[in-house]
């Protein structure tokens, strides 16, 4: 959500942001209403300051044992008047809002101009791509050969874009997300949490889901909703908080199932595991200073980036442009995971500064002992990272001519010392 007061000061700034990501102009229309706001909640105040001396001169009058009936009754009609005055400025409020909250975050200046993927920047790259002496396959058909993955009798159970994993792939899932939660708990400073996986509509409204993206999200019979990240939980573990300053940056992270209706992602991505409506991921929140938090992005783009170095699985980092970044991010990087099956580089983690635009949402602050009041934090979030693609990552990296997958050497310690998962016989 956006500062009304920066958007007055800045309305050209506003638009810019807007325009660049290919959204038309706002500041006229949002201007226009909160100057009838502002025009409302003055003529309430005053017939408040009004109403206060009526009433202050019928308790003189009726001290002094005078007829105070004329006053008493301008008193009455001011209170009508001030209730339909309150509603004008809770509906101003409200037609405010819901411009406001349907308008996605400003781009930060160093990030490239552009309305889709074709303009992102590479930031570097990390790790050779394997050369393979035979076809490298895709994780979909290692995983049928293997025996351990089966995408049909999912599709009987609960529809298309949902998998069954068995035996040491489901082991090695399992071992994935294990060591993503050790090394950000114990090498980036983490603190590992358990989160509700079921949430109200306020929270889903505080990290932005809401209302935008209703169609993508599954929802209860009695209002819940599923979350698609577990952004959603940790990010609000700080609503409606004033935190001390001195425990920033407050660092989270969680492994959970995420859920997602995918509706904006027909005909993509259709094959294998890439995109499914149920996942895993362990995911990163960070809750800063707004002194600290492109040092915390950084931080957290690092935290991400040594999940892979670990793996062993050559990547990308990509800064996205201004039209390809999600609805509350400032600034977005992507690592990008090569998949020897695919031969190309895919996404399996997006680290985002939203600065404060979701924290005005969820009125998340901070205060310091040195200085009066609190201001917004700023939040970030990041996968830390995709369970499911990092398991595909390694199946397509690590596959063998006999069609078994090397395990690699950090997960071994999670798998017994096991070190190849080959077909059962």
């Given at each position: 959500?956006?500062?009304?007061?920066w958007?007055?000061e800045n309305?050209e700034?506003?638009d810019?942001?807007?325009?660049?990501?290919g959204?038309a102009?706002?500041?006229a229309?949002?201007l226009?209403?909160?100057?009838?706001?502002?025009?409302?909640q003055?003529?309430?105040?005053?017939?408040?300051?009004r109403?206060?001396d009526?009433s202050?001169?019928?308790?003189?009058?009726?001290?002094?044992?005078?007829?105070?009936?004329?006053?008493?009754?301008?008193?009455?009609?001011?209170?009508?008047s001030?209730?339909?005055a309150?509603?004008?400025?809770r509906?101003?409020?409200?037609?405010?809002?819901?411009?406001l909250e349907?308008?996605?975050n400003?781009?930060?200046?160093d990030i490239?101009?552009?309305?889709?993927?074709t303009?992102?920047?590479e930031?570097?790259r990390?790790?050779?791509?394997r050369?393979?002496?035979?076809?490298p396959?895709?994780h979909d058909?290692i995983?049928?050969?293997?025996?351990?993955m089966?995408?049909?009798?999912?599709?009987?159970?609960?529809g298309?874009r949902?998998?069954?994993l068995m035996g040491?792939i489901a082991?090695m899932?399992r071992?994935l997300a294990q060591?993503?939660?050790?090394?950000h708990?114990?090498?980036?400073g983490?603190?590992?949490?358990e989160?509700?996986?079921?949430v109200?509509?306020?929270t889903?409204?505080?990290?932005?889901?809401?209302?935008?993206?209703?169609?993508?999200?599954?929802?209860?019979?009695?209002?819940?909703?599923?979350?698609?990240?577990?952004e959603v939980?940790?990010?609000?573990?700080?609503?409606?908080k004033?935190l001390?300053?001195?425990?920033?940056p407050l660092?989270?992270?969680?492994l959970?199932?995420?859920?997602?209706?995918?509706?904006?992602a027909?005909?993509?991505?259709?094959?294998?595991?890439?995109?499914?409506h149920q996942?895993?991921?362990?995911?990163?929140?960070?809750i800063?200073t707004?002194?600290?938090?492109?040092e915390?992005?950084?931080?957290?783009?690092?935290?991400?980036?040594d999940?892979?170095?670990g793996?062993?699985?050559?990547y990308?980092?990509?800064?996205?442009?201004a039209?390809d970044m999600?609805?509350s991010?400032r600034?977005?990087?992507?690592?990008e995971v090569?998949?020897?099956?695919?031969n190309k580089?895919r996404e399996i983690?997006?680290?985002s500064?939203c600065w404060?635009?979701?924290?005005?949402?969820?009125?998340a602050?901070?205060k310091s002992?040195?200085?009066k009041?609190?201001?917004?934090?700023?939040?970030?979030?990041g996968s830390g990272?995709a369970?499911g693609?990092?398991?595909?990552?390694?199946?397509e990296?690590?596959?063998?001519?006999d069609?078994?997958v090397?395990?690699?050497e950090?997960?071994?310690k999670?798998?017994?010392?096991?070190?190849?998962?080959?077909?059962?016989?």
């Amino acid at each position: 959500m956006y500062d009304i007061k920066w958007i007055r000061e800045n309305p050209e700034l506003f638009d810019k942001g807007l325009e660049r990501r290919g959204i038309a102009p706002h500041s006229a229309e949002v201007l226009e209403l909160d100057k009838k706001y502002r025009a409302a909640q003055t003529d309430l105040q005053e017939m408040q300051s009004r109403r206060n001396d009526l009433s202050r001169q019928v308790a003189e009058v009726k001290r002094n044992g005078g007829d105070a009936d004329v006053l008493m009754h301008e008193v009455g009609a001011l209170k009508r008047s001030m209730a339909d005055a309150e509603e004008d400025v809770r509906a101003l409020c409200e037609q405010i809002d819901a411009v406001l909250e349907t308008l996605p975050n400003c781009p930060a200046d160093d990030i490239p101009d552009g309305l889709d993927e074709t303009t992102n920047r590479e930031i570097r790259r990390w790790g050779e791509p394997r050369v393979f002496d035979f076809k490298p396959l895709e994780h979909d058909e290692i995983g049928a050969k293997l025996g351990m993955m089966d995408f049909d009798q999912a599709a009987k159970v609960s529809g298309a874009r949902f998998v069954y994993l068995m035996g040491d792939i489901a082991r090695m899932e399992r071992a994935l997300a294990q060591y993503m939660l050790d090394l950000h708990r114990e090498k980036h400073g983490y603190t590992e949490m358990e989160v509700p996986l079921m949430v109200n509509s306020d929270t889903m409204y505080g990290t932005a889901q809401l209302p935008k993206f209703a169609e993508d999200l599954y929802r209860t019979t009695d209002g819940y909703w599923l979350i698609p990240t577990a952004e959603v939980s940790l990010t609000n573990f700080a609503a409606g908080k004033a935190l001390d300053e001195d425990i920033l940056p407050l660092r989270l992270t969680a492994l959970t199932p995420c859920f997602r209706s995918e509706a904006g992602a027909a005909g993509k991505d259709t094959r294998g595991m890439i995109r499914q409506h149920q996942f895993y991921k362990v995911e990163m929140v960070s809750i800063t200073t707004p002194e600290k938090s492109w040092e915390e992005h950084e931080h957290m783009t690092n935290a991400a980036e040594d999940v892979l170095k670990g793996l062993n699985l050559p990547y990308r980092v990509m800064c996205l442009s201004a039209g390809d970044m999600g609805f509350s991010s400032r600034k977005t990087h992507d690592l990008e995971v090569w998949m020897p099956g695919q031969n190309k580089y895919r996404e399996i983690s997006s680290v985002s500064n939203c600065w404060d635009f979701q924290a005005r949402r969820m009125d998340a602050r901070c205060k310091s002992k040195a200085q009066k009041g609190t201001r917004f934090v700023h939040t970030l979030n990041g996968s830390g990272v995709a369970v499911g693609r990092a398991l595909i990552a390694v199946m397509e990296n690590y596959q063998q001519a006999d069609g078994s997958v090397l395990i690699p050497e950090v997960l071994q310690k999670y798998m017994g010392g096991q070190t190849v998962i080959s077909a059962k016989k």
